[in-house]
T-cell receptor, first 111, second 114 residues
């Protein structure tokens, strides 16, 4: 049981490049989330998916898109990366008690 | 709207000292309350939780009691260790649950020195 996995762990992009962050969970959770964590800002919700086939915007969705590929996988795409998107990105899933299970994070630098 | 406030950090303690990290919340009704811990270079993980008033959550020597009258959920540990050095996040989920409304506090960084 791996829990929540994320790839890649580290990434450096140039401004304007695109990339997709991958996330998968093996706990049969319906809901999945993408957060970004910045110094002094805590966790901010980018997008979430309450169930397979649905996605909704969170607090800071601009510049991102998501895909809930199936129940296990929830990807985050940056179409044209900007330095303001330099951050640590966390994927999470939740069970019916609303306890969140987090992945190890992706550390993204945009130059 | 719903919110979580935590004490400012960073907090630096000597090993075996007593720890309190304050957390207060604003929410209607009875939210579920959580403490998460983030060790360096890792994702957050649940430390403890409480789902109704007067409940006490506990894990790894940490405790927190859900106080409705003071809208608080302070984290305590009687004797901290170097391995407790981490960032601690208080969080809430509104009554009845809501997938887009898991609200995290800003986090409190704890450093424990030998």
């Amino acid at each position: 049981n791996a829990g929540v996995t994320q790839t890649p762990k580290f990434q450096v992009l140039k401004t304007g490049q695109s990339m997709t962050l991958q996330c998968a969970q093996d706990m049969n959770h319906n809901s999945m989330y993408w957060y970004r964590q910045d110094p002094g800002m805590g966790l901010r919700l980018i997008y979430y998916s309450a169930s397979e086939g649905t996605t909704d915007k969170g607090e800071v969705p601009n510049g991102y898109n998501v895909s809930r590929l199936n129940k296990r996988e929830f990807s985050l795409r940056l179409e044209s990366a900007a330095p303001s998107q330099t951050s640590v990105y966390f994927c999470a899933s939740t069970d019916k008690t609303y306890e969140q299970y987090f992945g190890p994070g992706t550390r993204l630098t945009v130059t | 709207g719903d919110s979580v406030t935590q004490m400012e950090g960073p907090v630096t303690l000597s090993e075996e000292a007593f720890l309190t990290i304050n957390c207060t919340y604003t929410a209607t009704g009875y939210p579920s309350l959580f403490w998460y811990v983030q060790y360096p270079g890792e994702g957050l993980q649940l430390l403890l939780k409480a789902t109704k008033a007067d409940d006490k959550g506990s894990n790894k020597g940490f405790e927190a009691t859900y106080r409705k009258e003071t809208t608080s959920f302070h984290l305590e540990k009687g004797s901290v260790q170097v391995s407790d050095s981490a960032v601690y996040f208080c969080a809430l989920t509104p009554p009845g649950g809501s997938y887009d409304k898991v609200i995290f506090g800003p986090g409190t960084s704890l450093s424990v020195i030998p």
